[in-house]
């Protein structure tokens, strides 16, 4: 069964480093996504990207974050310069259509910013 | 915007009881509630999910309930067993296709 794949699976920064978070979702989805999940709190989300922009972001979404889509495979999560509170897990997750409101999510990046 | 609350945040069962997790929303606009396991160390899987045209929906041992008045929707496992212990999480999406989610129930199922 297709799955959304995330490396690295953990991460160990330095805080005002740069970090590029990787995702490969399902081949034939269209929508991507990005949450995180601070330790012991809910998962929020982050950034929807369609049709190679963004389409929607939260306001945790400030101008350190930014997203890609280089090639036809992956989709990446950038942090300009880390901080503490960037420490969580974060998952990415696509969906096949504009139809279909399912989400499948990767298995996470544990990110630590120290 | 939407706001998600889950209860209880903790559930332990003995094996083969039942398990009911409830959630609130917000947004009237909500129409889409997926409902997802997490196990430790893995990213959240789908269960199962509600449309807003829909009251309930069974999956084998899952069941959902939404009742639009209310805004509020819950899971039920029946006949639960060890392998059912995991972090259950709510969503909702108001069609903007960006989840909120609940805070999460950890369930645990004695043996």
């Known amino acids: 069964e297709p799955e959304v794949t995330q490396t690295p699976s953990h991460q160990v920064t330095q805080m005002g480093q740069e970090v590029i978070l990787r995702c490969v979702p399902i081949?034939?989805?269209?929508?991507f996504y990005w949450y995180r999940q601070i330790l012991g709190q809910k998962v929020e989300f982050l950034v929807s990207?369609?049709?190679?922009?963004?389409?929607?972001k939260s306001e945790i979404f400030d101008d350190q974050f930014s997203v890609e889509r280089p090639d036809g495979s992956n989709f990446t999560l950038k942090i300009r310069s880390t901080k503490l509170e960037d420490s969580a897990m974060y998952f990415c997750?696509?969906?096949?259509?504009?139809?279909?409101?399912?989400?499948?999510f990767g298995p996470g990046t544990r990110l630590l910013v120290l | 915007g939407e706001n998600v609350e889950q209860h209880p945040s903790t559930l332990s069962v003995q094996e083969g009881d039942s398990a009911v997790i409830k959630c609130t929303y917000s947004?009237?606009?909500?129409?889409?509630f997926p409902w997802y396991k997490q196990e430790l160390g893995k990213g959240p899987q789908l269960i199962i999910d509600?449309?807003?045209?829909?009251g309930e929906k069974k999956d084998q041992r899952i069941a959902v309930t939404l009742n639009k008045t209310a805004k509020h929707f819950s899971l039920h496992i029946t006949e639960t067993q060890p392998e059912d212990s995991a972090v259950y999480f709510c969503?909702?999406?108001?069609?903007?296709?960006?989840?909120?989610f609940g805070s999460g129930t950890r369930l645990q199922v004695q043996p």
């Open positions: 947004d009237s606009a909500s129409n889409y």
């Open positions: 509600i449309r807003s045209n829909v």
């Open positions: 990207f369609y049709n190679n922009e963004i389409s929607e």
């Open positions: 969503a909702a999406d108001t069609g903007r296709r960006a989840l909120t």
């Open positions: 997750a696509s969906r096949i259509s504009g139809g279909q409101e399912t989400q499948y």
């Open positions: 081949s034939n989805h269209l929508y």
